[in-house]
């Protein structure tokens, strides 16, 4: 079955730092999704990535697709407060019904 | 537009108790899921219906069934409830795409559901 990875589990940051979060797979992606979820709030799309190699950036995030579509990142720049949350990606295969959450990266900033 | 509204938003349930979970969205999308978000382990798929009439089972379906009512409604009912269900219960919706998961999911506000 296919296998998903996120690392890290949990990331502290000290505002104004960069970190990345990484989530790799056992097999060719479909196609990737990242998620952002508040403390006590639901899950709300970030964005979607389709193409080998694709980068996508919003503002200080920037995502990323591996060459061979098994693996993406989501970096973030200069944090601040705002970015607290869960990071989740969502990998689909490219077979029907396969699609999974990674298990998500807590972070937590302190200013 | 609300989106995808989720009722009720808490519940305490006795072992062996049954209740059902409502899920309804206004956003005229095909598909819908329901999520279990424990801990450490993300979200991981209870069921979830491709389009009107159709329901599958996810990577956690044991103890669960679901219905989908309409295309509006999906619930997901707990025949005897277990402390092992004890979770935050999150229900989504999308557009069905060329293929699964190429559409954005837009998540209720969730439920969080206690068993003793």
């Known amino acids: 079955g296919q296998q998903v990875m996120q690392i890290p589990q949990y990331q502290h940051v000290q505002e104004g730092e960069d970190f990345t979060t990484y989530c790799n797979s056992s097999?060719?992606?479909?196609?990737i999704q990242w998620y952002k979820q508040r403390p006590g709030g639901h899950p709300v799309f970030l964005i979607q990535l389709v193409k080998s190699g694709e980068v996508k950036k919003q503002k200080r995030l920037t995502f990323q697709f591996g060459e061979a579509k098994k693996n993406s990142s989501l970096h973030i720049t200069a944090t601040q407060t705002t970015d607290v949350g869960t990071y989740f990606c969502f990998m689909t295969t490219d077979s029907w019904g396969k699609f999974q959450f990674g298990a998500g990266t807590q972070v937590v900033v302190t200013p | 537009n609300a989106g995808v509204t989720q009722t009720p938003k808490f519940q305490v349930l006795k072992t062996g108790q049954s209740m059902t979970l409502q899920c309804a969205q206004d956003?005229?999308?095909?598909?819908m899921y329901w999520y279990r978000q424990d801990p450490g382990m993300g979200l991981r798929l209870i069921y979830y219906s491709a389009s009107e009439g159709t329901t599958d089972k996810g990577e956690v379906p044991n103890g669960y069934n679901v219905s989908r009512l309409n295309k509006r409604e999906f619930s997901l009912r707990l025949e005897s409830a277990a402390p092992s269900q004890t979770s935050v219960y999150f229900c989504?919706?999308?557009?069905?795409?060329?293929?699964?998961?190429?559409?954005?999911?837009?998540f209720g506000d969730g439920t969080r559901l206690s068993i003793l």
């Open positions: 956003m005229n999308h095909n598909s």
């Open positions: 989504a919706s999308s557009e069905l795409g060329s293929t699964w998961g190429n559409q954005p999911q837009h």
């Open positions: 097999t060719t992606l479909s196609n």
